[in-house]
């Protein structure tokens, strides 16, 4: 009788440990996949974030197209390429010394400025193939 009583409590004992065992297995799946998680969204938030905006990136990129167009095509005189300047500030409504200021800080920053060249070299591209 002590004997099978015995062997009763060893089978409760072996089933609750086993129990245990696969508890804690779900709890470190479950764990896992909260940090693979967690990794995933702080990894495509630090790639995807940009110092700069989408109007900033085609601004520049007219304004370079602008001066590509009428300073180096035209041969234009310093003075009337400013006045195309100011002009092409005006029709956007941007002040030209805040954009000076914004561009010159982004250059500051080696990373920053190369992700912001190549995006302006896709936005002029883009609006050359617009205009054929």
């Not at 969204?41 to 304004?63: F, G, H, I, Q, W």
């Not at 041969?75 to 300047?85: C, E, G, H, I, P």
Request: aromatic content about 10%; some cysteine.
């Amino acid at each position: 009788m002590q004997n099978r009583n015995l062997q009763k409590s060893e089978v409760r004992i072996r089933k609750s440990v086993l129990s245990n065992i696969s508890d804690n297995r779900v709890c470190v799946l479950i764990v896992m996949c909260f940090l693979s998680f967690g990794i995933c969204l702080t990894s495509c938030s630090t790639t995807a974030s940009k110092p700069y905006n989408r109007d900033l990136v085609v601004t520049y990129a007219e304004l370079t197209l602008l001066y590509e167009k009428e300073k180096m095509m035209n041969k234009l005189s310093d003075s009337l390429y400013q006045t195309r300047v100011k002009e092409f500030f005006r029709a956007k409504g941007y002040e030209q010394e805040k954009f000076k200021q914004v561009v010159e800080e982004l250059s500051q920053h080696p990373e920053a400025w190369k992700m912001f060249i190549q995006d302006v070299t896709i936005a002029m591209d883009s609006l050359q193939a617009m205009e054929k």
